[in-house]
């Protein structure tokens, strides 16, 4: 009896205290995604266990050093798993909670930052990208011939969102991808007011919103974001996506106690897998000046799977909303001009593929390109050949990671048909 007393007087201070301390009380309770069995939620379990001799198959190959596969439908684990090494050299293997590069994958955190923003009506979609960045008040076209044109209309907010802005990587031999070059305006010695100073003066590709072409981006949205909230995008992102929504690996560089956790990255050559950037010495060990919005993060498979099922989800997760359904769809479905048929990298056209407000999106299910995807479907991936794949239609959200440059298909274009066909129901 005297125990049920104390029980109770203990109850109640709790309470109290919690009643005094309301930060206490408001503080945000992560929970772990939920996993289930397959078969309770329409799909074979005997057909997903197929995943795992596939990679095992690009692994002796040689094609890759190790990779993890998360896979979800209705927000919950169905299949996660890992293979291979980490790091070959010392056999670490490749864990549920390893560290990756995820580079492009970084575009749609940054994208889904700008949207918030606009949900709060601190930036217009549709406003000149000089509102906020005034350095690009008088940016031009390049020419072939004569002085370059003035950009008419200028570019928006919209147009940074779906890559139809005119700015580039300097990838190419283009005389403008050679003023990049000289520029370096993705130094990691470069803040991102810097890198906005070093571009100011390059002229665009083309003129706005007639055509898509991957570029920087991501990059001059990271500053937009950073200008329109008043706070560096790395705190930004932390306070408002990675803190709440449980993602405690992900950041613009790996902490010296997480290290170890840290996955080398290899470069695929004639058959040979050599690493490119090892962890004693890599660059993401510390804190740089760039914080890339188009591809500066490091995550973990199921850090970013907790990002993406909140988009799926229509902008809530586990009871906190993040975006609106508005802002969802903007995201998750083509609003690139009608003009614009499809993407393309150079002669590489992806038949059937938009692109909206953060994502590419399956237009159409055009044989010609990815042909297990799905009209749809939606995703992107990272320079490390990292993947990840939604099928609103499946409620179906499929993340692959490894750690190979260059950018290569390997396990997207071996594991998509397995999943795909692994849906009973």
Same mark, same amino acid.
């Given at each position: 009896r005297m125990l049920g007393y104390d029980m109770r007087n203990l109850i109640l201070y709790s309470s109290i205290l919690a009643l005094l301390n309301p930060l206490q009380a408001k503080e945000p309770v992560t929970k772990k995604l939920p996993v289930a069995e397959p078969e309770t939620l329409g799909m074979s379990s005997e057909e997903l266990a197929k +995943?795992?001799?596939a990679v095992e198959k690009l692994i002796k190959k040689n094609l890759l050093a190790g990779g993890s596969v998360l896979v979800m439908r209705k927000g919950h684990i169905v299949y996660q798993n890992q293979f291979g090494f980490r790091n070959k050299a010392t056999k670490a293997p490749v864990k549920a909670d390893t560290i990756f590069r995820i580079y492009s994958m970084t575009k749609a955190v940054t994208s889904a930052a700008a949207m918030r923003l606009n949900d709060q009506g601190k930036i217009d979609l549709d $406003?000149? +990208?000089? #509102? /906020? &960045?005034p350095e690009f008040e008088n940016l031009t076209v390049w020419q072939a011939k004569g002085d370059p044109n003035p950009a008419n209309p200028a570019p928006t907010v919209r147009d940074l969102l779906r890559h139809t802005a005119g700015f580039s990587y300097g990838w190419s031999n283009h005389p403008v991808d050679q003023l990049y070059k000289k520029a370096k305006p993705l130094s990691k010695r470069k803040n991102l007011s810097e890198m906005i100073t070093s571009v100011k003066d390059i002229p665009l590709l083309y003129q706005p919103g007639t055509r898509w072409v991957y570029g920087i981006n991501s990059d001059v949205l990271g500053r937009v974001v950073e200008?329109? @909230?008043g706070e560096p995008l790395d705190e930004h992102l932390e306070k408002h996506f990675f803190k709440p929504l449980g993602m405690v690996d992900s950041g613009? /560089?790996?902490p #010296?106690? #997480? $290290?170890?956790?840290? @996955?080398?990255?290899y470069g695929s050559k004639a058959g040979f897998l050599i690493p490119t950037d090892r962890i004693i010495g890599s660059a993401y060990l510390e804190r740089n000046k760039h914080l890339s919005g188009g591809g500066g993060l490091v995550s973990t498979i199921t850090d970013y799977a907790r990002f993406l099922q909140m988009i799926a989800n229509g902008g809530d997760f586990q009871g906190k909303k993040y975006l609106s359904m508005k802002s969802i769809n903007l995201m998750t479905?083509?609003? &690139?001009?009608k003009e614009i048929e499809a993407i393309s990298f150079g002669k590489e056209v992806r038949h059937g593929v938009g692109f909206g407000l953060g994502f590419c999106v399956r237009t159409d299910a055009d044989k010609r390109w990815d042909a297990d995807a799905p009209k749809g479907e939606y995703g992107w991936g990272g $320079? $490390? @050949?990292?993947? /990840?794949w939604v099928s609103p239609k499946h409620q179906l959200v499929v993340i692959t990671m490894e750690q190979t440059m260059p950018y290569n298909w390997n396990l997207e274009k071996t594991l998509k048909p397995i999943i795909y066909n692994a849906i009973k129901e």
């Open positions: +995943i795992s001799p $406003a000149p +990208i000089s #509102k /906020y &960045l200008v329109a @909230s613009f /560089y790996v #010296k106690d #997480k $290290a170890n956790r840290f @996955s080398v990255c479905t083509n609003q &690139l001009p $320079a $490390a @050949s990292t993947h /990840y």
